[in-house]
Structures are given as C-alpha cells and as structure tokens.
C-alpha cells in the first residue's frame, strides 16, 4: 500500500500520480490523508487515490508532533510500506518525525522515485547540486518526501470512484505549543506555476536596469520575472519569491529566458526541467549554454532592447 500526504493541494496531485505508478507496478492500493476538512477528497479520488483518510479532530494549526501521530495512525491502518510526503517545510519536519517515530527509514527531497527491481529507489540531489545520491531504504516503512514538480500529476478522471473515510486518530500530549500563527506576506509572484519566466541575474548592472527585463516579460507575455540567488538573497533586487534554484524555487515553464545568468549547478537545478530554455550571456563558455536550447552570446544590454524591438513587430 502507498500512503500519500501533503499540505499542499498540487504537490498532493503529483504524489497521487508516483503513488499510482508505484502501486500499479505492486499491484496494490493508494491511500491519500487528509487532515482536516476533507473538502478535496473526492477531488484526490479523481486524480489517483483509491482511497482517502479523512483525519478529525487534529491541531487547527499544522503541528508536526501531532500530524505525525496521526499519518503513523494511518500507516497502521491501512497497511502502508511506501509514504510519499510533499517536501514543503512543515512536509520534512513531519516525515522525520514520524520517520523516528514508527522506526521508518526517511529520505528528504527526493527527485526521482522508481522501482528497481521490486525496490523503491530514490535520488536526490546532493554537495550543492554536483552530485545525484542513488538511495534506498533498509526499513520495512519507507518515507520520501518529494519536492514540487517533480512529477506531473494524472489527467483528473470524473469517472474514478473511491472511498472516502472519517477518522479520528489518538494524539499525545507534546510540551510545545503552537502561540500564534502569521501569515507570511507574499510578494503576489508565483514561479512555479509560471509558464513563461524572464529572469535576471548578476550579468544586470543596476537595480533600474531590472526595467528591461520586465519589458521583455511585457512583450512576450510572460509578466513573471525570476533571479539567481544573489539578485534576491544578496542585493534583494527581488523577493525571495522570484529565487530560482536548489534553495529557491523549482520552476517548470514552458520558456525560461536567463539573461545574465552564470549557469551553476545550483541555479540550474531550479529550472532544468523547463521545456525551452533560452540564455542570453556575453561569455560565449558560461556554463548556462550547456543546458540552453537557444543561445545567444552577447551584451544583454544590445540584445534585449532588440529583442524587445523585434518582439513589438509582431
Ligand atoms: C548551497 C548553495 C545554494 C545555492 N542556491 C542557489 C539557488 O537556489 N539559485 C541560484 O541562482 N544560485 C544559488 N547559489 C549560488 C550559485 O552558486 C551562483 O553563485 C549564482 O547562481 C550565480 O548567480 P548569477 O549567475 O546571477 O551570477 P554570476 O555567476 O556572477 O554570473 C553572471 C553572468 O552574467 C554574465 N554577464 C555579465 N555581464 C553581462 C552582459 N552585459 N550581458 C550578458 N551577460 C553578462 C557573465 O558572463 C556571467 O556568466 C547557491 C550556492 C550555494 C553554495
């Protein structure tokens, strides 16, 4: 049995879609949890579940001590080996904890899930990106958690049917308390659900010069603007929720534009599965063209502004 949670609806779909594969591939069942209002449950149905736990009576608030008694009440009961949680913050503070807790192996952040022979098989993505770690577990209960799109969820299917129960789990008694809860104040900017991203880095000079960038993002229609880490974390040019890369965002457009961007691993582990990549960079050897689609070597500040032009024709 595979046993899928995530606080996070869409990342929930694409662990229905591995859970499935891993399921068919085992001849076996996928269950999806719920804590809380099971509004989406019908909805997981939909997208791979055979069936969904709907968990009552948990915290209000995520708590990760809590939230593991009660995935490891549903480990129980439905019989699961194989755990699939989504690799948002709360998601690797609960797998761990409940890693430790039911004696489950625990592996973070994983890229690739597989079946090699009748073993689950994970990789991920180790020393700053330079290196991929082939894993696999020595425990009966397996738990990964698995970043957002990594995999694409399933066509949702109107015509699954599933079940869908109510429970409610025993939870202890833990000596922290959740004292109050802030939302954080978001800059409107979603990269990873952006199909087109234009994104900057160290090759732009000035803050204003940021202006051209947005403009190319105006003319192609794209309107979401990525970075490198420094143009977020270290001039903070951009938010953090324009950050692209291994301790940014994970991004999957269907065109990336990098204008002045290096190229190094970390960055390139954010944003190698977009489908077109184009990079603009002066240094014809920047390692950006190794993963580039279409290469432009040139002053960004000549080729952008043409771009631009060009663009405004059609
Ligand atoms: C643990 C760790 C995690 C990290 N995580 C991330 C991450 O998530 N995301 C990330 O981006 N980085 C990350 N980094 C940093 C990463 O290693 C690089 O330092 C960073 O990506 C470089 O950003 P950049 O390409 O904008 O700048 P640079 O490497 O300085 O590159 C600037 C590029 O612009 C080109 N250029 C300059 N002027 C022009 C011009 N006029 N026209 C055209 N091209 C021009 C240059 O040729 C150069 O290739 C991480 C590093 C570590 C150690």
């Known amino acids: 049995m595979v046993l899928v949670y995530s606080d996070n609806e869409k990342l929930t779909r694409e662990l229905l879609a591995k859970g499935r594969e891993l399921a068919d591939a085992l001849g076996k069942k996928v269950t999806a949890v719920v804590i809380g209002p099971g509004d989406a449950a019908d909805e997981m149905i939909k997208f791979g579940a055979d069936k969904v736990i709907v968990a009552e009576g948990g915290p209000e608030t995520f708590k990760a001590e809590e939230y593991a008694d009660i995935l490891a009440g549903a480990i129980e009961e439905a019989g699961s080996n194989i755990v ?7 998601g690797k503070e609960l797998a761990s904890r409940l890693g430790g807790k039911i004696g489950a192996g625990c592996i ?4 690739r899930v597989y079946l090699d022979s009748g073993e689950l098989t994970v990789e991920r993505v180790v ?5 991929v770690s082939v894993e696999r577990f020595n425990s009966e209960v397996k738990i990964a958690t698995v970043p957002c799109k990594a995999f694409d969820p399933l066509e949702k299917d109107d015509g699954r049917s599933g079940e869908v129960e109510k429970k409610t789990y025993q939870v202890g008694e833990y000596a922290s308390i959740v004292a109050r809860v802030q939302e954080m104040v978001s800059q409107g900017v979603n ?9 900057a880095g160290r090759g732009l000079k000035n803050r ?5 960038i947005e403009e190319l993002a105006e003319v192609i229609n794209g309107h979401t603007l990525g970075c490198s880490r420094p143009i977020a974390a270290d001039l903070k040019w951009l938010s953090e929720d324009n950050w692209i890369g291994l301790s940014g965002h994970k991004v999957k457009p269907k065109l990336y534009i990098a204008c002045g961007i290096s190229g190094q691993i970390q960055h390139i582990a954010g944003m190698r ?9 002066k240094d014809a050897d920047a390692p950006i063209f190794k993963s580039a689609d279409y290469g432009i070597v040139g002053d960004l500040y000549k080729v952008v502004p043409r771009l631009i032009e060009e663009l405004k024709k059609q």
């Open 84 to 90: 699939l949680i989504g690799s948002t913050k709360a």
């Open 108 to 111: 973070i952040d994983c890229n």
């Open 127 to 131: 020393y700053s990106g330079n290196a």
């Open 191 to 199: 990269v990873e659900d952006a199909q087109i991203i234009i994104a």
């Open 208 to 212: 204003e010069d940021l202006k051209m």
């Open 273 to 281: 599965d977009s489908s077109i990549i184009v990079a603009i960079n």
